[in-house]
């Protein structure tokens, strides 16, 4: 059968950037249908039609990606209804649970790749198939420098996790088992069967962490279709949502509606107040950052607690809370909680999502199914929620605090400080019965940050000392330059900036140092004399960075502090789609 007459070969300048690939009647218009066409391909599927990319993170190193195909299907039955022609292609996957030293060290890479994928080929819209951690914040970084019409797909989270009749959470349950069994609580056979019971579906995982953050950031953002954040990874509506979305970005195409006129400042500041709202990760605060850096849009840690620090929390997850994303999707879902914040005053309606319909439009008439796991605006979770950002001599460029997740007497504290130099010296010195520690000390872990670990890894909720955890004490006070899992909880001080391998003040703090943390002044104060610390710098050497060669020195030079998003300097701003030059 020949399906040659079909095709009409033109000049190649269609109306869309693909016709510089497909449109030609020459050797290299023959050339980029030809190799296609091995495909089984019709001809009429180069007829001018957009073309649209699925931005794949699938791998089975990455469970919580691992069914992105099973999604991409459903996108391409919506791009083909819609009269798109779907190419579905491969980007980096960073799995949170595998790569190491840590997946934040590589989500500049993947969002590096991630653009030069969507500029390097025939791409007209592209959907961003996110999930896991890093995935969501690099695919969107990544498409953003490149401004064409995109939207972004999440993978939902897994189903509820149960163990012995309880909910138990993604994260959440795997520092609240551990500690139950460094305290005797728990047999270590019983830790090892609640493993399959708290991951027992395709999704990311399901506590308020911060995948579901971010899927959260993206619905907020106006980037994803209406419900993204919360429809389970197995439930059949995740496929339905993406068949729509795969329809809705081939109308995008046609309307020229770019990323940048969706992430507006409006939209920053809508999606800054949701995730006081619902409780959100602290990680939102560098992913988003360094997103608003790639538009241009200015974005700062103040505008995190002037704007979030007036939101109640409202949606009572863990690790906040009590209950897990699949109820929140049966409770109503992000679009009840944006309705509220609508009705409250607390949000920009106009602003535009990826529908072609506003934040308001698309959730005005959004229910509340159950005020359990929602809560009343007057009965919130946290009066305060969202991110305090502290300041003081020991954080000149700031750091964060989540208070929803923290002990409200701690709030106020001031204590000796005991100090890791690194996270080995941690390990090392924790139990060791000698430590001088007790629970009005000040952990403070040193060496964690974006250059130091190096990628920030998730390690600032540094566990307990088992011999405190026996005494019954829950939580500490603890400080470092470190992120911490969306998953966790305490009163724990992240993020100090400047970090201590790029020479902060964290460096200098020493063992037996008194240290005053005011989260409500939003202080963060180190009480040693200027002349000490004028010493103490004299001393202080940089440590050697992680490698010689590699992406890691290029990551090492070039890396900008927590503050600022974590982003590589020379990635920050947009590049555009400008095709590249023709090869043949
Ligand atoms: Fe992938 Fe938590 S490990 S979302």
Redesign the pocket.
Known sequence: MSDAKDGKKGNGKGKYRSSAWYGPADMGGFIHRSWMRNQGLPSHVFDGRPVIGICNTKSEF????AHFDIIADHVKRGVWEAGGFPVDFPVMSL???TFRPTAMLFRNLAAMEVEEAIRGQPIDGVVLLV???KTTPSLMMGAASCDLPALAISGGPMLNGRYKGERIG??THVWKFSEAVKAGKMTVEEFMNAEAAMSRSPG??MTM????TMASMVEALGMGMPENAAIPAADSRRGTLAHMAGRRIVEMVHEDLKMSKILTRQAFENAIRLNGAIGGSTNAVIHLIALAGRVGVPLTLEDWDRLGGEVPTLVNLMPSGEYLMEDFYYAGGLPAVIRVLGEKGMLHKDALTVNGKSIWENSKDAAIYDDKVILPWDKPLTAKGGIAVLRGNLAPDGAVLKPSAASPDLMKHRGRAVVFETIEHYYERINDASLDIDETCVMVLKNCGPKGYPGMAEVGNMGLPEKLLKKGVTDMVRISDARM?G?AYGTVVLHVSPEAAAGGPLALVADGDMIELDVPGRRLHLDVAEAELAKRRQAWTPPAPPMAGGYQKLYYDHVLQADRGADLDFLVGSRGAAVPRESH
């Open positions: 990455n469970p919580c990606n799995g949170e649970i999930g896991c951690d993604s994260g990311h995982c962490g911060t995948a579901s899992s998953t």
